[in-house]
């Protein structure tokens, strides 16, 4: 499958976009969509997703337009928005029931479907209680079971992980891992080692513009060599700050670890091996052209 | 008070940017445009024996202000009191709640807050009331103290009581708002009757919250005093019978005695009383969720922290085929509308169908159906917007037809509890081979549901169809002809017509509504 997306704008009011010409293909596996608040992730995913529409742009899936055509994509989606709430009287059961005659699915399979990602997401135990009695990572594993009910051939995860703990987290990225072979995955998170562990490209946006795509290693290329680290006094690191981009620091009893990126080491620097991270915020600090 | 002032600001500013306030004022000011009818009307508002007053100053002025005190004392209430229950979904409760504000302070500045909504939708009434005089009476003085005095006098503490009232029911009954409507509503008919009923007294006077028995009673006064003749006011609010007797006379105004001034403030201050009370037995946003808990308590410890087991493999998942049928949306809309609220109140609900079942066939129709019909406000009211309010609106918008299939699935799940309810007096029309009065009763069903549609979405939110739905019902009960959605006293085809056309109306405009919605998130 082919996603193609050329020239795509979201204005929302004079001169305040949410995307601005924003082009990019994309084709089965996973794109990591990083970028900081703002930079129209959301957007992106909800044009995508039909719920919000382009004001200029093209946006086609195998050459038809979903545009013009939403049910085309509809029929194959599976979406996580970031922040969905669920019917808190219907058990997990019913809601899924729900969730598939929206998207327009049915059959003798579907209740065994339906029981299998609710084993597959460990929501067995409390599938026949109401979903108002469900953690927040709960809620989240029933929004994950929902995007996969219909054999989605897109999906889309906007901040999946928010609510799951570290292993749940780790579970869900084995599990898009798997699905990416035949489908479109779009991923996007705040967290960069979820997409650093499992994103075949990775798309860094800013201000609704696309920044750069590319696959992990081209995109770290651009800091490659430009990573140092450096132990400091306390006292100096706010004055080092100001002349490095600094991108983390460790405290380290009166000292000051810090890690960040220049042309070259400053003093007794030590040079370390660029990571997604370093490159996602050496690219967010750039000024845009 | 600093912090105070800026949770009224805050609290006000919020609840009037918003779609539904304006629709709300766009109401207001129609209302207010039928408390001074056009001389060749059907109807009269205030009316004293067979007497109305020539448009002047004076009776424009009180007859606005006692009629804007009565009538927003009603749909006040309904409108103001949902602003703890806001607090409370959107989270800020809880902020407020860690906070060192006191629960009294909280309460006033909610019921300040209520209190300045009431006042923005009063000072369009009072600006259209002085636009009536000069519409309809522009052949006396203008004289303004003549609207200000009763305005300030009759409607201001009236308001204030109300929005006290609402804070007050929020604290001890705010998770069953249909008993708040009911309570308010059996109250405010407990009042209005001791006010309308019963022979004008100063105790009476006193009593009365809404201030309208003293200009009443002045109003008697001065009848007696140039006519000579003993009338008392027959009627206030839409009356639609015979106004071809009715004689005319100067009205100019009422003195105001002491004792009245007093008891606007004892109400004030019987107002601020009622919130110290309630401040005390205020939960501090300290509230359990509206699901049952005990499940929850035992689900918890068996899924501590739950995994997702990363088995899933789509490819060994059950084949399923495409099913475009509307038929799993109404079954789980049904579930979801029979599920909401109280299960005890299937009691209610039953006791009505029984009612419909024993009542006089017109008592049932034109009384027990709409209050048995009101009763699913709550259920109706979010039938539309439920996805938004429970933010599932990003699933239900993305997926396939969502207007054609989902929307229309919600409007026959409502169509059907209203026709299911209204089960018992269809079957009684059914024997007597009445066929007219079952018509209209559908078209009653789908109208409201309709309604509760098409203003959902408009508004975004359940406040205004709800407010909405109150009035058609109250006025309906009250036999206004042209709010008789239900057919109970039309018993003829052009008036299933008319609604036919109303409902083509309001779900034209919701499907066009929601088209642009769904995609414009």
């Known amino acids: 499958m082919i996603l193609s997306i050329q020239n795509l704008s979201k204005k929302y009011r004079k001169e305040k976009f949410g995307l601005k010409d924003y082009s990019i293909t994309i084709e089965n596996g996973i794109l990591g969509l990083l970028g900081p608040n703002g930079a ?21 899936l195998d050459g038809h337009n979903i545009v013009k055509e939403p049910d085309y994509i509809r029929k194959i989606l599976g979406y996580l928005p970031q922040d969905f709430g669920v019917y808190a009287n219907l058990n997990a059961y019913e809601f899924l029931a729900y969730m598939a005659a929206m998207k327009g699915v049915g059959g003798s399979g579907l209740r065994k479907r339906i029981d299998m990602l609710l084993e597959g997401v460990n929501l067995v135990e409390a599938a026949r209680l109401p979903i108002g009695t469900y953690s927040g ?98 006292t100096q690191s706010d004055a080092f700050k100001t002349n490095y981009q600094a991108i983390n620091s460790i405290r380290q009893k009166d000292k000051i670890k810090l890690r960040y990126i220049s042309d070259k080491p400053a003093g007794e620097s030590s040079p370390c091996t660029a990571s997604l991270e370093d490159a996602y915020l050496f690219l967010t600090k750039q000024p845009l052209i | 008070m600093k912090y105070v ?9 919020q609840r ?71 607090d409370i979904g959107t989270g800020v409760g809880m902020i407020i709640a860690a906070t060192s504000i006191r629960n009294f302070k909280y309460l006033l500045s ?77 109250l405010f008919n407990f009042i209005s009757a001791n006010v309308m009923m019963t022979k004008g007294s100063t105790m009476i006077m006193m009593l009365d919250p809404f201030g309208v028995k003293a200009v009443t009673m002045g109003m008697e006064d001065f009848v007696q005093t140039h006519f000579n003749k003993q009338l008392h006011v027959v009627s206030m609010g839409f009356n639609f019978s015979d106004k071809q007797d009715v004689k005319t006379f100067v009205f100019e105004g009422i003195q105001w005695q002491s004792a009245f001034i007093i008891s606007r403030f004892m109400w004030i201050g019987f107002s601020l009383l009622l919130i110290f009370i309630s401040s005390k037995f205020f939960h501090r946003f300290d509230v359990k969720e509206r699901i049952n808990t005990k499940k929850k308590k035992s689900l918890t410890p068996n899924i501590s922290s739950g995994l997702i087991t990363g088995d899933i493999n789509l490819s060994a998942l059950p084949v399923i085929t495409p099913a475009y049928g509307i038929l799993p949306f109404i079954k789980t809309e049904l579930l979801m509308l029979f599920r909401k609220g109280s299960k005890w109140f299937w009691l209610v609900n039953i006791g009505g169908m029984i009612a419909l079942i024993f009542a006089p066939l017109s008592i049932a129709h034109q009384i027990i159906l709409p209050a048995l019909w009101f009763l699913q406000v709550s259920r109706w009211s979010d039938i539309a917007t439920k996805e938004k309010i429970n933010r599932i609106h990003y699933f239900t918008y993305a997926s396939y037809q969502p207007i054609k299939r989902l929307l229309v699935s919600q409007m026959i799940a409502g ?34 549901v309709a309604l509760a549609v098409c203003f959902g979405i408009l508004s975004g939110g ?25 057919g109970g006293l039309h018993n003829d085809l052009n008036y299933s017509g008319f609604m036919l056309a109303m409902i083509v109306l309001l779900i034209t405009i919701s499907f066009a509504l929601r088209k642009y919605e769904i995609r414009h998130l």
């Open chain 2, 415 to 448: 169509i059907i509890l209203a026709v299911a309810l209204a089960l018992p007096l269809i079957i009684r029309y059914l024997i007597n081979g009445d066929f007219i009065p079952i018509l209209n009763i559908v078209a009653g069903a789908v109208f409201i």
């Open chain 1, 40 to 60: 129209g992730k959301s957007t992106l995913m909800k044009i995508i997703a039909t719920i919000s529409q382009p004001t200029e742009g093209t946006l086609t």
């Open chain 2, 16 to 86: 009037t940017r918003s779609y539904a306030f304006l629709i709300t004022l766009a109401i207001s000011l129609y209302i207010a445009y039928t408390f001074v009818p056009a001389p060749g009307a059907a109807y009269t508002t205030v009316r004293v024996g067979n007497f109305i007053g020539v448009y002047n100053s004076a009776w424009i002025g009180y007859v606005t202000a006692i009629m804007t005190s009565v009538f927003l004392s009603l749909i006040g209430f309904y409108l103001v009191n949902n602003s703890i229950k806001k």
């Open chain 1, 137 to 234: 990572g709960m809620k989240q594993r029933i929004g994950i079971a929902q995007a996969l009910l219909n054999d989605p051939k897109v999906l889309i995860f906007d901040e999946p992980t928010v609510g799951l703990d570290p292993e749940e987290r780790v579970r869900f990225r084995n599990l898009i891992s798997g699905m990416a072979d035949d489908c479109i995955i779009i991923l996007s998170s705040h967290i960069v080692s979820d997409i650093e562990t499992i994103a075949d490209e990775v798309a860094i946006m800013k201000h609704g513009t696309l920044i750069t795509k590319g696959t992990q290693a081209e995109v770290i290329k651009a800091v490659d060599g430009k990573v140092f680290e450096i132990v400091l006094d306390s």
């Open chain 2, 462 to 486: 359940n406040k205004l169809f709800e407010i909405l739905f109150f009035l058609l019902t109250y006025c309906a009960i009250n036999k206004i002809p042209f709010t008789d959605y239900f």
């Open chain 2, 110 to 186: 909610k019921a300040l807050s209520n209190f300045l909504v009431l006042l923005s939708i009063t000072a369009i009434v009072f600006i259209m009331s002085i636009m009536l005089f000069f519409i309809r009476g522009n052949r006396y003085s203008f004289e303004v103290t003549q609207f200000i005095l009763p305005y300030t006098i009759v409607v201001l503490p009236a308001l204030f009581f109300i929005s006290s009232l609402a804070v007050v029911a929020e604290v001890f009954l705010g998770r069953r708002p249909v008993i708040q409507y009911l309570l308010f509503f059996a």
């Open chain 2, 5 to 13: 002032g800026s949770i009224i600001k805050a609290d006000y500013l």
